[in-house]
């Protein structure tokens, strides 16, 4: 059977740069996939790949078979449908909330009775029901993140591509961003990947791990094979936090 998500032989090189190199990964549906590894180990190249705002240089990707990336042109436009990200800063538009997480349904010309249970579904999955008429820039920043999430699930995507969304919040919003993340992953049983530093967010987190070092995958391996048996020396050193990051 093909994997739900399949990475193959994936390259990108930045002018003399080579940030990727031979990336090979398969994440199963409902997953929750971490690629840990420090600064300017290629995460977020890897997910702009993913997330189709970037052309590999060699290889490809595939989704439930089809190809969604690789360096022919391919089906983007089906694709893009079914795959979200959220960044590290939210990025809202200056409008309602409402606004803010319709938008995607609304470029879908979906019906407005639908788009508004749609969004109401999606409000209560971040844990902010009633939050419709706010304005997105009145919000904190814990808030602000968790519609960002809102706005990213609103339209049930297959992949959901996390690039360190927990990096600018205290830790009680880290806290509740990571119960959103869990409980969007168990109830719309969407794959997530996650890029991020933070090893004890891959603990709480990840049913899976990825080490990337300078643009090479060193490791990948269950939760308990990467941080409880016998992981690579340069793995071990992260986890450890002896490499800088
Ligand atoms: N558009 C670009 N043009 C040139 N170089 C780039 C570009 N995007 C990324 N790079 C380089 O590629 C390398 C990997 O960057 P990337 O942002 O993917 O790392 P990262 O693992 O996400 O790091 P961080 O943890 O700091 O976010 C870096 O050396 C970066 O300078
Ligand atoms: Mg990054």
Excluded: W
């Amino acid at each position: 059977m093909t994997a739900h998500l399949k990475i193959t032989g994936l390259g990108k090189t930045f002018r003399e740069q080579r940030v990727l190199r031979n990336i090979n990964l398969e994440v199963e549906r409902g997953e929750i996939f971490a690629i840990m590894g420090p600064s300017g180990a290629g995460k977020t190249t890897l997910l702009r790949i993913l997330n189709l705002l970037e052309k590999p240089d060699t290889g490809s990707i595939t989704l439930d078979g089809d190809t969604i990336n690789g360096t022919q042109q391919s089906g983007h436009s089906a694709a893009r449908q079914r795959i979200s990200m959220v960044f590290q800063s939210p990025a809202l538009f200056n409008d309602t909330v409402y606004n803010n997480v319709a938008y995607s349904l609304k470029v879908r010309r979906m019906d407005k009775d639908i788009i508004k249970s749609k969004v109401s579904q999606s409000l209560r999955l971040v844990g902010l029901e009633g939050y419709e008429n706010r304005n997105a820039k009145t919000l904190s920043g814990g808030e602000e993140q968790r519609i960002a999430f809102a706005r990213a699930v609103v339209f049930e995507p297959d992949l959901l591509l996390l690039d360190e969304p927990t990096a600018n919040l205290d830790p009680g919003n880290v806290a509740k961003i990571e119960e959103v993340i869990r409980t969007i992953n168990r109830e719309l049983n969407t794959t997530i990947i996650i890029a991020t530093h933070h090893m004890n967010q891959v603990r709480r987190l990840a049913d899976r791990v990825g080490m990337l070092l300078e643009g090479e995958l060193i490791e990948t391996g269950s939760r308990e094979e990467v941080f409880e048996g016998v992981a690579d020396e340069r793995t071990r050193a992260f986890i450890e936090g002896e490499m800088v990051c």
